[in-house]
T-cell receptor, first 117, second 114 residues
Framework: GAGVSQSPSNKVTEKGKDVELRCDPI?????LYWYRQSLGQGLEFLIY????????KSGLPSDRFSAERTGGSVSTLTIQRTQQEDSAVYLC???????????????FGDGTRLSIL | AQKVTQAQTEISVVEKEDVTLDCVYE???????LFWYKQPPSGELVFLIR??????QNEISGRYSWNFQKSTSSFNFTITASQVVDSAVYFC???????????FGQGTELSVKP
């Protein structure tokens, strides 16, 4: 597709359940990022992938959060044993990597709105 | 540590007014990048501009202009002759020299009334 695609767009689940969020980046974008947007915390970085490896996981809030990327394309963010404070919009972004460095503009998907009951 | 401060939480203007959104950043990196993103009510984050730390030229794109001043660590955004469609939350963001993750400010909610 033309843009970053995320699914599902909305997810409601009970506390304690596991959830998987999916991100399909723009074709050809080797860098992929996950962020979280919540009312109290604003926009927070979670994890960054370059290809299939994650050189920066510093934003993952706890060991209940994990992410993987396969084939240098699709990424999944998994939250185990969800808590109410995990409720937020989870945003995925992708960017090109060029010879001038990694800081090419990131293009964002529409996000997954996660609600934990 | 890296930090972005957008001191204006909300701004309300009447259509055709000019408005400036402030952004102040902190970083110890000598090479860094600054960004502005727009988040309209529909929710998607839309990229507006990227500047790098060694290019202080101001930039103009239609009704939008950006003023980057390293001396004051500021990267302000001005909308000239605002329109109702400019109503959105605007985020300033900083990326250092390692890895490209964005550090966002808290955002400024702009409301343009007809």
């Amino acid at each position: 597709g033309a843009g970053v695609s995320q699914s599902p767009s909305n997810k409601v689940t009970e506390k304690g359940k596991d959830v998987e969020l999916r991100c399909d980046p723009i074709s050809g974008h080797t860098a992929l990022y996950w962020y979280r947007q919540s009312l109290g915390q604003g926009l927070e970085f979670l994890i960054y992938f370059q290809g299939n490896s994650a050189p920066d996981k510093s934003g993952l809030p706890s060991d209940r959060f994990s992410a993987e990327r396969t084939g240098g394309s699709v990424s999944t963010l998994t939250i185990q044993r969800t808590q109410q404070e995990d409720s937020a919009v989870y945003l995925c972004a992708s960017s090109l990597v060029t010879s001038v460095g990694l800081n090419q503009p990131q293009h964002f998907g529409d996000g997954t709105r996660l609600s934990i009951l | 540590a890296q930090k972005v401060t957008q001191a204006q939480t909300e701004i309300s203007v009447v259509e055709k007014e000019d408005v400036t959104l402030d952004c102040v950043y902190e970083t110890r990196d000598t090479t860094y990048y600054l960004f502005w993103y727009k988040q309209p009510p529909s929710g998607e984050l839309v990229f507006l501009i990227r500047r790098n730390s060694f290019d202080e030229q101001n930039e103009i794109s239609g009704r939008y202009s950006w003023n980057f001043q390293k001396s004051t660590s500021s990267f302000n955004f001005t909308i000239t002759a605002s329109q109702v469609v400019d109503s959105a939350v605007y985020f300033c963001a900083l990326a250092g020299n390692q890895g490209g993750k964005l550090i966002f400010g808290q955002g400024t909610e702009l409301s343009v009334k007809p």
